[in-house]
């Protein structure tokens, strides 16, 4: 068993203790209001729908289903593709940091980029998956291909080109890894195809938000019991000799078609995106317009992404801690473990995007749905991972039970993965936070939604720099905290 050196055990209580009082520093900036009249009432509703789902018309269910499959199949595979590319010249820092610049951006925040450019078309959809997802695979497949075994490549003629060096040396010895990564990748891609309905796009969130919003809840169930059984039987439905026949389906259900107005992109590149003095040729005035965006966008919503994202992130850890025990075979019983997993596959299986939302419905707009929905989903990712981290670990024969098991034999020795799972869910806090946005809380996203609206496009992509250079940061403070703890950067591959 190995044992955590007191010096770093120590920073990562230290560094725990950090982020809680950084979160309690962020509560008087919180609104953690209730504003919806009747919240009980609303909640009973919801809880009826669900418990007496209506079912919708069944070629509108499976026309949602199919679409939802098809944008992340086809999403995921050229992000793949794509992610397989760049990895190929990950060791050169210019790739790293064009891989880094495309996953900073989330895929609402293409998808709105790519509407502007080719419409509400397939294309534009498929694309939004595959570029954050391009620039997310490039990062794991180049970090696997570095810490693959040296020797084969040492034994390599010189002059051996990139390619040669991919498909015979470097996907051999990192396929498997590669496969596990992909597959849960394109579980992240449902989840993805399913949100992207929310703004026009004809998957399942389309319809949930339709539905939803209209008090619909008994039909809106059946959409939602449909998302959670896809991803909840992936592991059964999902085999590899099957995905060239389901990419081949996908293609021919949902063509990836666009149509293209080339004298609208090239205005687009060329005028809109250029800040409003300079489109004017009032170079003078780009420093005072600058400064009216930062003071009245940039700076506030850069403020309420980190308070909420802190907040969420110190809920989502005491969920994950208080959760994770109950799906190991040390603690409980078969009943309370099935349920237990059962409830955690729920939780990871819906987008924040749509927990916020239905949270709005039932609490009213504020931080507080938000919170809820971040802390949920990400803190059942964490607990499914260290549940079943801990049913890996040999105890003691002489190890106490109950609550002395958990305090004093199994939190010491799983507090490091627990560290390296937050820290890394942390840096998707961040993303999550800022796409909340759309729904009215005024983070990075609200801003950058109100200016696509307005059709103000130059404020509109000065914003999303801003955001993806805050994902980088956070991207890069919390890959250097994790080496500073002696955590394991494999965490990133979950």
């Known amino acids: 068993m190995a044992e955590a050196h007191p010096r770093p055990a120590r920073a990562m209580v230290h560094g725990s203790l950090l982020f809680v009082l950084l979160a309690l520093l962020c509560l008087p900036w919180a609104d953690l209001s209730v504003t919806a009249v009747e919240p009980w009432r609303e909640l009973a509703r919801l809880a009826g729908g669900l418990f007496a789902p209506t079912l919708p018309d069944p070629g ?143 998957t399942l969130g389309y319809h949930l938000e339709s539905l939803l919003r209209q008090g619909y809840y008994d039909e809106a169930s059946s959409f939602f019991y449909a998302l959670v059984l896809i991803i909840a039987t992936l ?13 081949l389906a996908s293609l ?55 308070v909420l994202a802190l907040l969420s992130l110190v809920v989502m850890a005491w969920l994950a801690l208080l959760w994770f025990p109950a799906i190991s075979r040390h603690f409980g019983n078969r009943l309370t473990r099935a349920g237990s997993h059962g409830w955690l596959v729920l939780m990871r299986s819906l987008p924040e995007y749509l927990l916020a939302f239905i949270g709005m419905l039932l609490l009213g707009p504020g931080m507080l749905p938000a919170i809820v929905a971040l802390s949920l989903h990400n803190g059942a990712i964490i607990a499914h991972l260290l549940g079943h981290h801990l049913n890996t670990l040999v105890l003691r024969e002489d190890a106490p039970g109950g609550l002395n098991l958990y305090c004093f034999e199994v939190l010491p020795r799983l507090y490091r993965a627990f560290m390296a799972y937050s820290l890394y869910r942390f840096e998707n806090l961040i993303r999550e936070t800022a796409i909340l946005g759309m729904l009215g809380i005024p983070t990075l996203g609200f801003f950058i939604d109100s200016a696509f609206s307005e059709f103000r496009f130059d404020r509109a992509m000065v914003l999303l720099l801003v955001c993806a250079g805050l994902n980088m ?22």
């Open 252 to 306: 021919w259900w949902l063509p990836p078609l666009a149509s293209f107005n080339w004298a609208l992109m090239g205005r687009f590149f060329t005028e809109d995106v250029v800040p409003a003095p300079l489109r004017l040729g009032d170079w003078a005035g780009l420093w005072p317009w600058l400064q009216g965006l930062w003071v009245q966008q940039i700076g506030p919503g850069l403020f309420n992404t980190l």
């Open 473 to 494: 940061l956070v991207d890069s403070l919390a890959r250097r905290l994790r080496r500073r703890l002696h955590l394991n950067n494999r965490a990133e591959m979950l």
């Open 60 to 202: 509108t269910l499976v026309s949602a289903v199919a679409n939802t499959l098809a944008f992340a199949l086809q999403g995921v595979a050229l992000g793949a593709v794509l992610g397989l590319l760049l990895a190929a010249g990950y060791r050169h820092g210019g790739i790293r940091r064009l891989a880094a610049g495309l996953r900073a951006v989330h895929e609402l925040f293409w998808a709105l980029l790519f509407i502007q450019l080719l419409g509400l078309s397939t294309l534009a959809g498929v694309l939004a998956i595959a570029l954050p997802y391009a620039g997310t695979f490039a990062k794991i497949y180049g970090e696997l291909f570095e810490e693959a075994d040296p020797a084969p490549e040492q034994a390599l003629p010189a002059g051996v080109s990139w390619l040669s060096r991919l498909l015979y040396l470097q996907l051999p010895l990192c396929w498997r890894q590669m496969a596990t990564y992909t597959g849960y990748r394109l579980e992240c891609g449902i989840r993805s195809s399913a949100v992207l309905g929310f703004i026009g796009l004809p």
């Open 235 to 247: 592991k059964w439905w999902l085999r590899p000799r099957l995905l060239a026949l389901y990419l």
